[in-house]
């Protein structure tokens, strides 16, 4: 089953924060968070092996629940360069279910 | 990291013909993978092209549609066979990089399929 994202879509303007939340119905391990921009590849974030964990790249972390079988990617004080669509991926990096997706619009 | 270049990047094809997709790497991967990224959706998994052996489709996804090539550790190719209209989408080649005793993936550019 893919996991499940929200928002679906997010529009912000310069400076302010976000929070992108990744479901699974199915037990999660580990948790991938990937970007794409658009008309590009997905490029990778970072990844959550424990329950528990926390990770951060520049100003943007992500949490894992693995009781609760979700992850959370936080970006904070955005810049126009974090646009794109965010995609959880659960699994390992060689059979990943990618999420629903997010797309997240920075503005001005 | 690795620096995988996908051909074509782009194509326009009839429905009902067939087209190949090349996925060359950087340096040499036990894995590579196949992905779809159909108009606004996430990506699926298509197959893992294993060399030496036949490539593991997953569900959904048969070898007479999409057959799979893997003859050396740096080279790849899809086939998207018979096309129609429900095959237009990006094909994402992609290989898994260890770091830090995890592995990330690391994508193509894309291939972009249209099928009229």
């Known amino acids: 089953q893919q996991p499940v994202q929200s928002p679906q879509a997010v529009i912000l303007r310069e400076g302010e924060d976000a929070v992108i939340n990744c479901s699974s119905s199915?037990?999660?391990?580990?948790v991938h968070w990937y970007r794409q921009k658009h008309g590009e590849a997905p490029v990778f974030l970072m990844i959550?092996?424990?329950?528990?964990e926390q990770k951060g790249h520049e100003k943007i972390s992500a949490s894992f629940n693995e009781k609760k079988q979700q992850s959370s990617l936080y970006l904070t004080a955005s810049q126009l360069s974090y646009s794109g669509t965010y995609f959880c991926?659960?699994?390992?990096?060689?059979?990943?279910?990618f999420g629903t997706g997010t797309r997240l619009q920075v503005t001005l | 990291s690795a620096v995988i270049s996908q051909k074509p990047s782009r194509d326009i094809c009839q429905r009902g013909t067939s087209l190949t997709i090349q996925c060359q790497v950087d340096s040499q991967v036990t894995m590579m993978f196949w992905y779809r990224q159909q108009p606004g959706q996430s990506l699926t998994l298509i197959a893992t092209a294993n060399q030496g052996s036949e490539a593991t489709y997953e569900s959904g996804f048969v070898i007479d549609k999409f057959p799979i090539s893997r003859p050396n550790l740096t080279f790849s190719t899809l086939t998207v066979s018979n096309m129609s209209p429900e095959d237009s989408s990006i094909y994402l080649c992609?290989?898994?990089?260890?770091?830090?005793?995890?592995?990330?993936?690391?994508f193509g550019e894309g291939s972009r399929l249209t099928v009229l």
């Open positions: 959550l092996l424990k329950g528990g």
């Open positions: 992609s290989v898994v990089v260890l770091a830090g005793g995890a592995g990330e993936l690391f």
């Open positions: 199915k037990a999660l391990y580990s």
């Open positions: 991926g659960a699994g390992t990096a060689s059979k990943l279910t």
